[in-house]
């Protein structure tokens, strides 16, 4: 069974996701080359194909790290409830933190997440996302480095899923709306 027979259309191809890791890989690597070993948060599970390969493009001595944080439920719409499943192994305290995720949405997640980050002690916290959906915003929250902007529209591939399917597609596409409506 295909998983391409479910998408509508391809928003962001191969192609243009490699020049995104390229580009914010040469700009981050700019930006951080005077911070002493920044430490990169990825927010799993759907920050894993973005992380991996936008840290091969960071040409500077980085940690990496994890956690995983939940707002969805399996549906298509956050639930408002931000959850930390699995927190990260290290001190953030007075440490440069990159945080990578797949999607900004509403904001909710991001916007928790760096409060906590603050809180503990990190010097500076900034978000590095593959996907911009700012028409969906319910809190104020500006990403620093965005490989796209996106419409309001429910996306899957390359780490994002529906009902933890899709996270393999090696693109990021529409789904159609018959599979999350039936
Ligand atoms: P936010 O807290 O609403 O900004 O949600 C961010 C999280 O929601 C992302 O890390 C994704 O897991 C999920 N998400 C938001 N939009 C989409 C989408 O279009 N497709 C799949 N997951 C999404």
Known sequence: MSLAKDIKSILVNEQQIKEICERLGKEITNDYKSKERPIMI???KGCVPF???LARHIDLPIEIEYMDVSSYHGGISSSGD???RKDMNTSVAGRDILIAEDIVD???TLDTIVKLL???GAKSVEIVT????PAGRVIPFE???VGVTIPKEFVVGYG???EEIYRNLPYVGILKPEIYTK
């Open 51 to 53: 992380l991996s390969d």
């Open 106 to 108: 509403t904001g909710r």
């Open 130 to 133: 593959l996907l911009d959906k």
């Open 42 to 44: 990825g927010l799993l």
């Open 160 to 162: 994002l899923d529906y």
């Open 82 to 84: 931000v959850k930390i």
């Open 143 to 145: 990403p620093k480095y």
């Open 118 to 120: 603050k809180h503990r």
